[in-house]
């Protein structure tokens, strides 16, 4: 007796949490809002390039930090390779400890230097810090050198979900700020004298910069270009990454939370025995920017993820000097599970490519839930995105 009113409990249980998930996805919104984002007038561009001119050096110093465990792959691999390719700056790439970066969802990376001996070089602090997501938002070592940062006056960016590690430093009070639209909610409530702006991708105030999901930091990164060199020098790196126009506009409802978005993150998660690993083999001088692309949108279907290889366990340098460990050693892949080289596409159309390719292998639901998770604003016009 005690034994069948264990199971029934337990069936009870399962059925009643089956009831009230069915309830929450029905709650939710079959599609989100695709229209036309709102314009931005001369005067707010300008203002916004304006409080982003470098702050204390002509030829300006960058940090991204990133800390070892995970940190976003994009976030901090997109803006050093924009930035370096412009070679308006002096860029590097860091980490809060000694070792490898880890990054998110794919790719792990040797840093150029630690948090420490940054500051040992450059003991009055760069003149701009990027900030990536990473796993945690509270990271102490991360914080105080982010916070010390500030304090030399480097003007402070987090990017996508940085946001919340640059609230966490506590350099949002007051601020009028935006994120990754699913940490909105989140920063709002942790940070309530934060104003949040919506319909904007870039969002400047008082020596903090911070944007919208992960694909934000290709415009972020060009109009950080034109402060410091100009609209002419930006243009030209847009063009070579294959972004004709750019600008802080966004459509803040086309990002939310829908129905399709959580039956595909639930299907495909449950298809547990189709979920794959794709290989993609590193190879000296390839676009680090390409590369953090394709593999951070192939390790978010939740039915793959993208596994570098090369010929030995050596680290491969990239085009601008991300130095990358492959995940295996092994002189080819299966041909079926083999992702196709990225030889020169622009960074923009290897996106592309890759969703195609996404849409292809696993459906339009897929694909779409790979762009929402990247805030990629993928139905609009390619002059406008990403």
Not at 96 to 116: C, D, K, M, N, S
Not at 314 to 340: C, F, H, K, S, Y
Not at 358 to 368: N, P, S, V
Not at 375 to 380: C, F, I, S, V
Request: net charge neutral.
């Amino acid at each position: 007796m005690n034994s069948r009113r264990v199971l029934w409990s337990a069936l009870g249980g399962v059925v009643l949490v089956a009831v009230i998930g069915g309830a929450w996805i029905v709650s939710l919104p079959t599609t989100p809002s695709i229209a036309a984002p709102p314009g931005i007038v001369q005067d707010e561009r300008d203002a916004t390039v304006a409080a982003l001119k470098p702050p204390k050096r002509q030829r300006p110093l960058i940090a991204i930090i990133g800390i070892n465990d995970a940190t976003e792959t994009t976030d901090y691999l997109m803006p050093y390779g924009i930035l370096k390719r412009a070679d308006v700056a002096d860029v590097v790439t860091l980490a809060a400890a000694p070792g490898p970066v880890t990054l998110f969802p794919a790719l792990r990376v040797e840093p150029q230097a630690t948090i420490a001996e940054f500051d040992a070089q450059h003991p009055d602090g760069a003149d701009y810090v990027i900030v990536p997501a990473m796993s945690r938002d509270d990271d102490p070592v991360a914080l105080q050198w982010i916070r010390s940062q500030s304090a030399k006056k480097a003007i402070i960016i987090g990017v996508c979900a940085g946001a919340k590690v640059v609230g966490d430093a506590g350099l949002l009070h007051g601020k009028r700020a935006t994120t990754h639209w699913y940490s909105i909610k989140e920063l709002r409530g942790k940070y309530p004298t934060m104003r949040y702006v919506e319909d904007r991708r870039l969002v400047v105030d008082g020596g903090v910069a911070t944007t919208t999901g992960i694909t934000a930091s290709m415009p972020m990164s060009l109009t950080l270009i034109e402060a410091i060199a100009g609209r002419d020098k930006a243009k030209a790196v847009g063009r070579d990454i294959g972004l004709a126009d750019w600008d802080a506009r966004h459509e803040s409802d086309e990002f939310k939370f829908t129905r399709p978005f959580a039956l595909t993150a639930i299907g495909n998660t449950a298809a547990f025995w189709a979920h794959e690993r794709l290989g993609i083999e590193l190879k000296e001088g390839m676009d680090e920017v390409s590369l953090a692309l394709v593999t951070d949108a192939w390790s978010r279907t939740y039915r793959s993820q993208a596994v570098t290889f090369a010929g030995t366990a050596g680290i491969q340098q990239t085009r601008n000097g991300i130095r990358i460990l492959p995940d295996e050693v092994a002189t080819n892949w299966p041909a079926e599970r083999l992702l196709p080289a990225l030889d020169d596409r622009k960074p923009t159309e290897a996106l592309d490519n890759a969703l195609n390719e996404i849409a292809a292998r696993y459906g339009t639901r897929t694909t779409d839930f790979v762009a929402m998770q990247l805030e990629y604003p993928r139905h609009r016009q390619h002059s406008e995105s990403p």
